[in-house]
């Protein structure tokens, strides 16, 4: 079947905040192979900086795939890759924590899939709204799940940001997949924690709508600054624009497109 081509108009930006000393945060664009992802390393352990890296260079290594199943497949194993290289360099420093979180946008042709681990978000903007996409990996996101908690106590909830997901902190990662099928004009947001502790997921839709990618991205950071930015902060904004209409409809594919691997 001869595949339709597509455009990814992508912005991305990266700052250290006011308050660290270090951007312990990475992230990788790489609209030819259908690949987008941010990492973040874990705010006061060991070598964040190094966690993150060490992610994203491992996602960088993925080359064009044939199908979606393969870059999904691909993807997985370079997080394990990553995990493994953590633990390794733990275990040479006698045992310190060294980790992070990732979020990663999958694309091809015309479906994408989420994958992600830890407190990073994926947003889609689309129809005029916004959606979270991807669920945060939090010890106060599982209370609000569970009903312990109600949404008004989860904001000022002491430890909040503790992480109960994260790539080189076990044995094996733990990774969560969501998928569904691209309509032209979609909007991805991904980011850092550093972004979502100050700007409101409105005021994200805002800009995204009122922008291109990198203007939508530098005008967040700019917003996220003006309110003190007590963390690092990374987004990348990837805006779906096929040049002609695909040549299948999008809910004709099969609907296990990523899950097929083998």
Request: a negative charge; aromatic letters at 4%.
């Amino acid at each position: 079947m001869q595949k339709a081509h597509v455009m990814f108009e992508t912005g991305a930006v990266t700052h250290v905040g006011k308050v660290r000393e270090r951007n312990e945060d990475s992230y990788l664009t790489r609209p030819e192979t259908g690949i987008w992802a941010v990492a973040d390393g874990m705010g006061g352990h060991e070598d964040g900086d190094l966690a993150s890296q060490t992610v994203i260079e491992a996602l960088r290594s993925i080359e064009s795939p044939t199908s979606a199943a393969e870059l999904l497949s691909h993807c997985e194993s370079q997080v394990a890759v990553a995990n493994d290289r953590l633990k390794r360099i733990s275990s040479e420093r006698g045992g310190a924590i060294i980790g992070a979180t990732v979020a990663v946008l999958l694309a091809y042709e015309s479906h994408y899939a989420c994958v992600w681990s830890g407190d990073s978000r994926i947003y889609v903007v689309r129809a005029g709204g916004i959606t979270q996409l991807s669920r945060d990996h939090t010890e106060v996101q599982q209370l609000l799940s569970e009903g312990i908690i109600t949404p008004k106590e989860a904001k000022n909830w002491t430890g909040r940001n503790v992480i109960t997901r994260a790539t080189g902190v076990f044995d094996e990662p733990e990774l969560e997949v969501s998928s569904g099928p691209l309509q032209p004009g979609d909007s991805f947001v991904i980011c850092s924690d550093g972004l979502t502790n100050h700007v409101q997921d409105d005021e994200i839709l805002d800009c995204v709508r009122a922008s291109l990618s990198q203007q939508a991205c530098d005008r967040l950071l700019e917003l996220t600054l003006q309110r003190g930015a007590v963390d690092n902060v990374t987004v990348i904004v990837v805006r779906y624009q096929p040049e002609s209409a695909p040549l299948t409809r999008s809910d004709a594919e099969p609907p296990d497109l990523w899950e097929a691997r083998g």
